[in-house]
């Protein structure tokens, strides 16, 4: 059975962080490059970054780069979303995803999701 299991999210004050995890399993992982998408008002998914298969990372918005760092571990079939100084326009659903074609800001290229984690920053 194809999975991809999301953990990490929850409550924290502003300023604080968290650490997203997408754990993979029933397909192979280090072929795919993981996107990150987070829910936001008007879109159905905004991108956050991406991570492909060699390990080469880019976060999107400049509002998260300094704050957000993605990073992968291939022997645990393990994607990761490093969140620090987080502030409450952060809080929203975020998700992970699975491209084989390779890093895409584009929902659609993506084949297999988590099922969201909610984050929630408080002031």
């Known amino acids: 059975e194809v999975q991809f299991v999301e953990s990490g999210g929850g409550p924290v004050q502003a300023g604080g962080s968290l650490r997203l995890s997408c754990a993979a399993s029933g397909w192979t992982f280090e072929k795919y490059s993981i996107g990150w998408f987070r829910e936001a008002p008007g879109k159905e998914h905004e991108a956050v970054g991406c991570i492909d298969r060699a390990g080469d990372a880019n976060v999107y918005w400049f509002s998260m780069k300094g704050r957000f760092t993605l990073s992968r571990d291939n022997a645990k079939n393990t994607a990761y979303l490093q969140m620090d100084n987080l502030r409450p326009e952060d809080t929203t659903t975020y998700y992970c995803?699975?491209?084989?074609?390779?890093?895409?800001?584009?929902?659609?290229?993506?084949?297999?999701w988590g099922q969201g984690t909610q984050v929630t920053v408080s002031s």
């Open positions: 995803a699975a491209a084989l074609v390779g890093c895409s800001a584009r929902q659609w290229d993506f084949e297999t």
